[in-house]
T-cell receptor, first 114, second 118 residues
Framework: AQSVAQPEDQVNVAEGNPLTVKCTYS??????LFWYVQYPNRGLQFLLK??????LVKGSYGFEAEFNKSQTSFHLKKPSALVSDSALYFC????????????FGSGTRLLVRP | ETGVTQTPRHLVMGMTNKKSLKCEQH?????MYWYKQSAKKPLELMFV???????ENNSVPSRFSPECPNSSHLFLHLHTLQPEDSALYLC?????????????????FGPGTRLTVL
């Protein structure tokens, strides 16, 4: 069965420092991988996705993610965090025998302090 | 968020009420989804419609009844809900590639309806 794990409930980082939000996945075959962000009282906003090609994917708002097949990971990164990046981040995967589904992780709350 | 709109944004209802949530997508997609987001729980997929046909129903109680009259509109009809149904209900849409694509591509979400059941 497909699954996604976000091992950290919360990540704290100082403004200007690099940030990483971790995601690992389990899916048969080649995965499609996604990152979404959710601000308070809002829906999920698409940040970036990996389908094929270059393992480093660049997305919105300066975020990027690196696909690592051997470690089955898709960590979200940003070189310099902003206070406005504080939000809830979700990793998701589609693939295997559940083609219509996006399987979401439990979410990681990012808190960027000034 | 203007690509997928949801109304109402907030809804308070009693357990005996009947209400409906509405979702509309302006992206030309052919698949639409209902998700439930509760505090401290992962997003739960409730229903999937592709080309206006329901293709997945994740064992959702019958007090939730979806309707997809066309590829742009999706409704969730609610009746005799329980307090534990209080949650944020999210609608999403995507371009379903069908047999050829085999995978769902990017799903775009609406802002959600915050439902409180008293």
């Amino acid at each position: 069965a497909q699954s996604v794990a976000q091992p950290e409930d919360q990540v704290n980082v100082a403004e200007g420092n690099p940030l990483t939000v971790k995601c690992t996945y389990s899916v048969s075959g080649n995965p499609y991988l996604f990152w979404y962000v959710q601000y308070p009282n809002r829906g999920l906003q698409f940040l970036l996705k990996y389908i094929t090609g270059d393992n480093l994917v660049k997305g919105s708002y300066g975020f990027e993610a690196e696909f690592n097949k051997s470690q089955t990971s898709f960590h979200l990164k940003k070189p310099s965090a902003l206070v406005s990046d504080s939000a809830l981040y979700f990793c998701a995967v589609s693939g295997g025998d559940s083609s219509y589904k996006l399987i979401f992780g439990s979410g990681t709350r990012l808190l960027v302090r000034p | 968020e203007t690509g997928v709109t949801q109304t109402p944004r907030h809804l308070v209802m009693g357990m005996t009420n009947k209400k409906s949530l509405k979702c509309e997508q302006h992206l030309g997609h052919n698949a639409m989804y209902w998700y439930k987001q509760s505090a401290k729980k992962p997003l739960e997929l409730m229903f999937v419609y592709s080309l206006e046909e329901r293709v997945e129903n994740n064992s959702v109680p019958s007090r939730f009844s979806p309707e997809c009259p066309n590829s742009s509109h999706l409704f969730l009809h609610l009746h005799t809900l329980q307090p534990e149904d209080s949650a944020l209900y999210l609608c999403a849409s995507s371009q379903d590639r069908g047999i050829l694509g085999q995978r769902t591509d990017t799903q775009y979400f609406g802002p959600g309806t915050r439902l409180t059941v008293l």
